[in-house]
């Protein structure tokens, strides 16, 4: 979601999700790295809906975290840091009744583990790709876009970039 | 407030990754698809008596041999496409 703030296009999500759940804990992340106006407004709109997960949940997002951590890159990689993948995977793994169809991670680590848990996942470069299919984003724009998140934070590689424009791009 | 990724070094999907993620999205996308397709027809009060109909014959244990057989016999009535 960080990504679709980054480059502006929170419309992009509203085109292929009608809801997008998160934790309380994602919230609160993502109000404390200064998304607040635009994750907000996405709640207060409808599109965002904000889950309470129980504290036997919470223990189970731990395990997952830590499971998560060991994967990092960098080996003193703090499993807290994680807690907001795990939390989603958790939500999605327990709460059927939502009928969440999709899970959207971008990290490698958490990706790995989501994979293992048979979570079928995709990530923000997975939307622009569709969008490409659908006709909506040429191959120049999406360069455009993910290069956008990259000034901004969020290192997609230059390789992806290129993939994702070339076979996907209109 | 700056405005900030919550893990700047964490290591992102990879250029392999993104086919299988556009696949798996679409693979979504289309079975919300057909869900919806699929509620909207059953939704129907003259196919759902239809359905109930079959039913109670007996030529159909469910709702779901009720919509295949239907079609096959749509498919045996109008041939096979040539």
């Known amino acids: 979601m960080v990504s679709a703030f980054q480059c502006g296009r929170t419309d992009l999500l509203k085109r292929y999700f009608s809801l997008i759940y998160i934790t309380a804990s994602e919230l609160d992340e993502l109000h404390a790295h200064g998304w607040l106006d635009e994750v907000d407004q996405l709640v207060t709109e409808g599109f965002v809906a904000v889950e309470e997960l129980t504290d036997s949940e919470k223990k189970q997002a731990e395990v997952l975290a830590k499971r998560i951590a060991q994967y990092q890159k960098s080996a003193n990689s703090d499993w807290h840091n994680d807690l907001a993948e795990a939390e989603a995977m958790v939500l999605m793994q327990n709460r059927i009744h939502l009928d969440i169809a999709i899970i959207l991670l971008d990290e490698k680590a958490a990706r790995q583990v989501a994979n293992q848990l048979g979570l079928n996942l995709t990530g923000f470069p997975g939307i622009l790709g569709r969008a490409g299919l659908d006709g909506i984003l040429t191959k120049g724009e999406m360069r455009q876009l993910l290069k956008t998140c990259q000034q901004q934070g969020t290192y997609y590689g230059d390789k992806l970039i290129e993939t994702l424009a070339e076979n996907y791009g209109r | ?82």
């Open chain 2, 1 to 82: 407030m700056t405005k900030q990724v919550p893990e700047p070094d964490a290591e992102l999907l990879s250029p392999s990754d993104v086919h299988e993620d556009v696949r798996a999205l679409t693979t979504a996308l289309n079975q919300r698809r057909d869900e919806r397709k699929a509620y909207e027809i059953l939704s129907r009060p003259d196919i759902r008596a239809m359905i109930n109909q079959a039913i109670a014959s007996g030529v159909c244990d469910n709702e779901e041999s009720a919509i295949e057989r239907a079609l096959r016999t749509l498919i045996t009535a109008v041939g096979q496409p040539r």
